[in-house]
């Protein structure tokens, strides 16, 4: 997602340009969310609609295993290990 010029990470919110200052300005991972390998012979095309802006790890993380993970579920898992892992301090 873009917000205020910055390119964020659509699963996790990470942002290149403030962890790595201008060397990381504008750069992103596209993840096409309707898979290549699915569009027809007859000439489909990806349209931009079809492509997620992520992060090298969550899109790495989004091809780890077939079928692929949805971006809603690598979501959802993101936010329960932060919910386990602040459990676990927590004790």
């Known amino acids: 997602m873009r917000q205020d010029d ?6 996790c919110g990470f942002d290149f340009f403030t ?3 201008k060397i990381g300005r504008g750069f ?4 096409h969310t309707k ?6 012979e007859d000439g489909e095309e990806t349209h ?3 492509i ?4 090298s790890n969550c899109h790495r993380m989004l091809h780890r295993r ?3 993970l949805g971006m809603e579920d690598l979501s ?15 004790k």
């Open 76 to 90: 959802e898992l993101l936010v329960a290990n932060k919910t386990n892992e602040h459990k676990k301090n927590i």
């Open 19 to 21: 962890t790595y200052g």
């Open 48 to 50: 931009l609609d079809d």
């Open 6 to 11: 910055c390119l964020k990470c659509a699963c």
């Open 28 to 31: 992103i991972e596209a993840h």
């Open 66 to 68: 077939r079928p692929w």
């Open 35 to 40: 898979p290549v390998s699915t569009l027809h």
């Open 52 to 55: 997620a802006l992520v992060c």
